[in-house]
């Protein structure tokens, strides 16, 4: 069975999409805020008050080789995650990292 939810813009924005698995589907718990401080829609990327403007500080590490390198991202937010090669492979932050890690190419990397 499958059912259709009224998602907020934000999501539909983001591409989610509004038709789910009834597998998928729990009961929401509403965030404790003093048990769980950080997870406020706004200090998501890309939900509600966010920056408009997001961009990557740094590449602090990697994991991985050839199409499943994977890097860790700073953002200028101060959020962290990683991102595939294909996401990061324009950034200057990129060339910093490969240069830093004494190698010309992303497939020298150890």
Known sequence: ??????????????????????????????NEDKRFPGRQLGQLPGFKDAPDEWFVTEITNHYGKGRDLLFEVTW???????????EVKHLSALEAYLQAMGVENTRDLP
């Open 1 to 30: 069975t499958t059912f259709r939810l009224d998602l907020p813009h934000d999501l539909l924005a983001r591409g989610v999409h509004n038709a789910f698995h009834a597998s998928l589907i729990r009961p929401h718990v509403p």
């Open 76 to 86: 200028n937010t101060g959020q962290t995650t990683w991102e595939r090669i294909r």
